[in-house]
């Protein structure tokens, strides 16, 4: 992976982006079936999203990482809107 070889990504950053990103992907599937996780799943995703989030801004001397704090904290809005949503259902 580029990123776990970028200066200052350690390994357990570079775990987090992907469990993030699979966590993402786990709960766009959840969305779509309408599984009675769906709010769970969107809380989950939105803890994870910030905590990526805060973990790109330490490396905000790269774009890259910026890039990917500010994807991390978009995604993270709509996983709480959506969590919201869900709970209302």
């Not at 079936?33 to 809380?43: E, L, Y």
Request: hydrophobic content about 45%.
């Amino acid at each position: 992976m580029k990123c776990s070889k970028m200066e200052g990504m350690t390994p357990e950053m570079a775990c987090m982006l992907q469990d993030c990103a699979a966590m993402c992907q786990m709960t766009m599937g959840c969305m779509m079936r309408g599984s009675a996780m769906c709010a769970k799943m969107c809380a989950m995703c939105a803890e994870m999203c910030m905590m990526c989030c805060s973990m790109c801004m330490q490396m905000k001397q790269d774009e890259m990482m910026t890039r990917c704090a500010e994807m991390c904290k978009r995604c993270a809005e709509s996983c709480n809107m959506m969590n919201k949503m869900c709970m209302a259902a």
